[in-house]
């Protein structure tokens, strides 16, 4: 069963850079699944695709995240990451990480704040 389990920072200072890793467990970010992808939920909103790394490290963004969001992987510690620049409040939302085949970690609040 493969399993999702998201990290970093509950709090973020504006301005600053936002890192979360995804861990993935059970199975391989190489071979399991195609796409790997964050997603947000900011508080009283939908869901929103921030972004996803697919295999070759080819990777695709929301339009309206573009410049300020970066994916990366570790295929050695079978993690991929999540950066967000120059945050602020609206920033501030459950972030989650999934794969194509409808696998999502548990999710991880992140508040922007001063």
């Known amino acids: 069963q493969v399993q999702l389990q998201e990290s970093g920072p509950g709090l973020v200072k504006p301005s600053q850079t936002l890192s979360l890793t995804c861990t993935v467990s059970?199975?391989?970010?190489?071979?399991?699944?195609?796409?790997w992808s964050w997603i947000r939920q900011p508080p009283g909103k939908g869901l929103e695709w921030m972004g996803a790394?697919?295999?070759?490290?080819?990777?695709y963004y929301s339009p309206s995240q573009r410049g300020r969001t970066s994916i990366s992987r570790d295929t050695s510690k079978n993690q991929f990451t999540l950066q967000l620049s120059s945050v602020t409040p609206e920033d501030t939302a459950v972030y989650y990480c999934?794969?194509?085949?409808?696998?999502w970690g548990q999710g991880t609040q992140v508040t922007v704040s001063s």
């Open positions: 790394i697919a295999n070759g490290d080819r990777t």
């Open positions: 999934a794969d194509d085949l409808g696998h």
């Open positions: 059970g199975g391989s970010i190489t071979t399991n699944s195609y796409y």
